[in-house]
């Protein structure tokens, strides 16, 4: 190769594939949709082969996804270093992609970017919604710059522990359990059970296995609004996390479950790589004491 790959073709990269199209990329980066395409194009012609599926959405061919975690680090690298020098006149600037489920999303970060939004004014950060089982692969694979991780296996120093996050069973507020102040799992047998199947299957199956009680879902249920609507609907109860609670309709309500199930929230950066200052500040900035939960009704 007589040229040399640049930081502006591998950022053109990784907005079209994050954001699915050229012109969202170039909405994303501040510059035309032309700029967006001549930088990708250049990039190919660099390397000697398209580098994505030219579609909507816009997809890495086989060689883009080879490359798109190192254009992903050298492109957080580069904001790292801009962060640096822009640090050294007090106080965090630039912007922090961080990943959440989304009951964390309803229940903790309202609170959490309001308290950052005061503490720090020049710094943004942007909020992505995934499931429990994505958001470690997200945060090592540059998608996002920190997350919050469900009962995270390794955590790196300077992670920050949100709390614990108990599973409640939801029901209608007409339920003949719904006033009492926790219900035994063996007692919603007789209810059609819906599942969701995001992360907190295995802390409901670990309940009912510890009651000795068969586990058997009626329906499985990817989105958590659908499963709310269908309990509000009296199709059935569910059990969910309490940082749900903010997603109820006025009639339902979540009481705990016994035996007790928690799951445990860590707000981190990744593991695999050094952390930007802006996301060390930002963490720095968390105080893992503080109620932020809103509590069941």
Do not use: K
Not at 143 to 148: H, I, L, P
Not at 161 to 171: E, Q, R, V, W, Y
Request: hydrophobic share 45%; glycine share 10%; aromatic share 2%.
């Amino acid at each position: 190769m007589t040229q040399e790959v640049n930081l502006a073709q591998l950022r053109a990269l990784v907005a079209v594939a994050d954001a699915g199209g050229f012109g969202s990329a170039a909405a994303e980066l501040g510059v035309s949709q032309s700029a967006v395409s001549h930088a990708v194009a250049a990039l190919e012609r660099v390397l000697g082969a398209p580098v994505l599926h030219r579609g909507a959405p816009a997809r890495p061919t086989p060689l883009g996804e080879r490359i798109l975690p190192h254009a992903r680090t050298a492109v957080a690298s580069a904001a790292a270093v801009r962060s640096i020098a822009e640090h050294r006149g007090g106080g965090l600037t630039g912007t922090v992609r961080l990943a959440a489920p989304t009951t964390v999303c309803q229940g903790l970060l309202p609170a959490l970017l309001r308290d950052w939004r005061a503490e720090h004014p020049r710094l943004t950060v942007r909020v992505f919604e995934g499931e429990d089982d994505e958001l470690a692969v997200w945060l090592e694979a540059g998608t996002v710059d920190a997350a919050v991780l469900v009962d995270a296996d390794r955590v790196p120093p300077g992670a920050v522990p949100l709390g614990a996050d108990s599973m409640h069973a939801l029901l209608r507020r007409d339920h003949p359990l719904a006033g009492e102040a926790g219900v035994d799992v063996a007692d919603l047998e007789d209810d059609d059970f819906l599942l969701s199947e995001g992360g907190c299957e295995r802390h409901i199956r670990d309940a009912y296995r510890r009651a000795g009680v068969r586990f058997a879902p009626r329906h499985r249920i990817r989105d958590l609004n659908t499963l709310i609507g269908m309990v509000h609907a009296g199709v059935g109860v569910s059990v969910m996390p309490a940082l749900a609670q903010p997603m109820l309709p006025p009639d339902c309500v979540l009481v705990p479950i016994r035996p007790a199930a928690h799951r445990t929230l860590t707000l981190t950066g990744p593991a695999g790589r050094p952390w930007s200052p802006a996301v060390t500040g930002l963490l720095a900035a968390v105080h893992p004491g503080r109620d932020r939960s809103a509590a069941p009704r």
